[in-house]
C-alpha cells in the first residue's frame, strides 16, 4: 500500500513534474533499487529489467554511468565476455561480410566521440492521459552521456555496401526465454547507417559501456529514440529488402503524419510508420513541485532541452499562465544531438501558487506544443513543462 | 564532432542543486532496497491467480499486471493476453487463457 509518505515523496523527486502538483498515485509503488553496478533506480519491472533514472541524477550535464536508465524487452541477458566477442557484418547487399573482434573494431577504424541524449520512444508513457499500456515510465527513461567508438558507416565500407542496400539489420546478444518469442531485431534505413554521426560505440562517459547499458559495443544513433541504439550489438547485416521482423512491424509505431521527423520510407503504410526522431522537449529539474519558497527570494529555474540534432534555439518561461514568455540563459552546447541545460532566475512578489511553464524551441523551428497528441503505444510526450512551486 | 569530456559531473550537480541531494536522501530512506532487486508483487487473491503467476512469469515478472492495470479492462487484457499467445507464444491452453482473462479483467481493471 502505498503511503501518503510515499506519495509526497514522489511528488517532491518530480515524477509527476508536469501534471504540476498532482498527488495523483503512480500505478505501483515508487521503489528504488540497485542493479549490480548501477546505484539505485527506479525499479519499473524486475524481469525483463526496466530502470529509470531518478529526477536529481538528470541534473548533471553527463549523465553517470551508474545511474544512466536499463531497457530490454527479452529477459535472458547474457554477459558478454569482450575477449571472445565477435561482431558480424554481412547480409544479402554485403560485398565483403566481416568477423571483427573489438580489438580490431578498435584499431582498423576511426575512433569517433560525441555527445547524445539517449531517449526510450515510451519516456513519460506512465504521464499519459489517458493511461495506455506498456511500460509505466515518468521523466527519466532518459540520458545524456559521451559515446566512443567507430563509425557505422566506415564498418559498412569495408564490408562493401551493394548499390540496392536498403536497410542495415541489427540483433544483439540479449534474446527471448521461449524460443517462440520474436528476437528483438531492428532495422535502421540505409541513409541512416552511413549518416556520420552514427556510431558503434564501446564506451560511455570515458569509460567501458556498463553491462546494463549494452557492453561490449552498443549502436549509437544521435536523434533517433532508443529502440534503434542496439545493445550487445552481435550481428549487422546490410539488406536489400525492409526487415519484417515483429520490432518494425508490429512494435515502436506511430499514426503515419501524426508527428513530424524523419521519414521511414521503407517501413512506412498508410497506417502506421515507424518512430525515428526525438521530438523538440524539456525536462524541469528544479525547483520541485511543491517546493516552499519565501516571498522575494529569487529561485532558480533550471533544467535540459533537447530534439532531435537540429539543436536547441531557445527555451522560453511563463509565470502567468503562459501569457508572456521570457527566455531563459542556455548553458554551454556540448554537440547538437546533446542536451542543453536553461536556467533563469526567478522572484514573487506575490504570495500563493506559483505556475513556472517552460518550453523550448528547435533550431528546426519546432516548439514544444501544449497539448499531448494521443497514440496508442505512449509516444513523443513533448507538451510545455510545468512546475508548480508555493510563495510563501 | 566534439571532444569534450564529462567533468566531475555529480560535484556539479550537488554544488548546483542541493534540494536536490536531500530528496535523493529523504528517497533513500523511504524505499531504497538492498541489491538484488526483487520481485515486488504479490498479486491479489482470486479464482485463477495461480495458473494467471504461472503462465505470466515465464517471460516477466509480474509488476507488468498492477502497473498495467489503470490502462486496461477486460478489452484490453484480452488484447494483450492475445499478443503474448500469438505474437510470443507464451504456453496457454484456451481455457488457461479464459481463466487468466477472467481473474485479470476481475482484479486488475482500472479503466472505465
Redesign the interface.
Do not use: D, I, W
Given at each position: 500500500m502505498l503511503s501518503r509518505r510515499d506519495l509526497l515523496l514522489a511528488a517532491a523527486c518530480g515524477w509527476t513534474t508536469r501534471r504540476g502538483l498532482a498527488l495523483e498515485a503512480p500505478a505501483s509503488p515508487e521503489v528504488l533499487a540497485a542493479l549490480p553496478g548501477k546505484r539505485p533506480l527506479l525499479q519499473r519491472a524486475l524481469r525483463p529489467p526496466n530502470f529509470e533514472t531518478p529526477l536529481p541524477a538528470l541534473v548533471p550535464a553527463f549523465t553517470p554511468n551508474d545511474a544512466f536508465f536499463v531497457r530490454y524487452h527479452l529477459a535472458v541477458i547474457p554477459s558478454v565476455d569482450p575477449a571472445a566477442w565477435r561482431l558480424q557484418v554481412g547480409g544479402a547487399s554485403a560485398q565483403r561480410p566481416l568477423s571483427l573482434s573489438l580489438r580490431e573494431l578498435r584499431r582498423s577504424f576511426t575512433q569517433a566521440s560525441l555527445a547524445a541524449v539517449n531517449q526510450c520512444s515510451g519516456n513519460r508513457r506512465g504521464l499519459f492521459s489517458p493511461r495506455v499500456p506498456g511500460v509505466q515510465w515518468g521523466n527519466g527513461a532518459m540520458g545524456n552521456a559521451l559515446w566512443s567508438g567507430v563509425r557505422l558507416r566506415d564498418v559498412l565500407q569495408k564490408a562493401g555496401v551493394a548499390s540496392d542496400a536498403l536497410e542495415v539489420v541489427l540483433r544483439g546478444a540479449d534474446s527471448a526465454v521461449l524460443p517462440t518469442t520474436p528476437d528483438f531485431v531492428k532495422s535502421i534505413p540505409i541513409e541512416r547507417a552511413l549518416d556520420e554521426s552514427t556510431l558503434i560505440a564501446f564506451e560511455m562517459n570515458g569509460k567501458p559501456l556498463p553491462h546494463w547499458n549494452g557492453a561490449p559495443a552498443r549502436l549509437i544513433v544521435p536523434g533517433w529514440t532508443g529502440t534503434y541504439w542496439m545493445k550487445h550489438l552481435t550481428q549487422i547485416r546490410i539488406e536489400p529488402k525492409a526487415f519484417d521482423g515483429f520490432w518494425m512491424k508490429a512494435a515502436y509505431r506511430l499514426p503515419t503524419g501524426a508527428f513530424p521527423g524523419s521519414r521511414f520510407t521503407s517501413q512506412e503504410t498508410p497506417e502506421t510508420t515507424p518512430i525515428t526522431d526525438i521530438l523538440v522537449n524539456s525536462l524541469i529539474t528544479g525547483p520541485l513541485p511543491g517546493a516552499r519558497i519565501r516571498r522575494g527570494t529569487r529561485v532558480e529555474l533550471a533544467g535540459k532541452a533537447w530534439d532531435n540534432g537540429a539543436g536547441i534555439a531557445s527555451v522560453e518561461v511563463s509565470v502567468d499562465g503562459r501569457r508572456s514568455w521570457r527566455e531563459a540563459a542556455l548553458g554551454r552546447d556540448l554537440g547538437r544531438f546533446a542536451w542543453r541545460e536553461f536556467r533563469l532566475p526567478l522572484t514573487s512578489s506575490a504570495s500563493g501558487p506559483l505556475e513556472i511553464a517552460v518550453r523550448a524551441r528547435s533550431r528546426s523551428g519546432a516548439q514544444q506544443p501544449d497539448a499531448l497528441t494521443f497514440n496508442p503505444a505512449g509516444y513523443h510526450d513533448n507538451i510545455v513543462q510545468t512546475v508548480t512551486v508555493e510563495i510563501v | 564532432?566534439?571532444?569534450?569530456?564529462?567533468k566531475r559531473?555529480?560535484r556539479?550537480?550537488r554544488a548546483?542543486?542541493p534540494?536536490?541531494?536531500v530528496?535523493?536522501a529523504?528517497?533513500?530512506a523511504?524505499?531504497?532496497?538492498?541489491?538484488?532487486?526483487?520481485?515486488?508483487?504479490q498479486l491479489k487473491e482470486g479464482s485463477g491467480r495461480d495458473v494467471t503467476v504461472s503462465r505470466c512469469i515465464?517471460?516477466?515478472?509480474l509488476?507488468?499486471i498492477?502497473?498495467?492495470?489503470?490502462?486496461?479492462n477486460r478489452a484490453?487484457w484480452e488484447k494483450?493476453i492475445q499478443k503474448m499467445r500469438d505474437?510470443?507464444?507464451?504456453?496457454a491452453t484456451d481455457e488457461e487463457a479464459r481463466q487468466i482473462l477472467d481473474y485479470l479483467a476481475a482484479n486488475y481493471s482500472?479503466?472505465p
Open positions: - | 564532432m566534439m571532444q569534450a569530456r564529462p559531473p555529480v556539479r550537480a548546483r542543486a534540494g536536490l541531494a530528496c535523493v529523504a528517497a533513500t523511504a524505499a531504497v532496497r538492498a541489491t538484488p532487486p526483487q520481485e515486488l508483487t515465464v517471460c516477466h515478472s509488476e507488468y498492477p502497473s498495467n492495470a489503470p490502462a486496461m484490453g494483450s505474437r510470443f507464444g507464451a504456453p482500472g479503466k
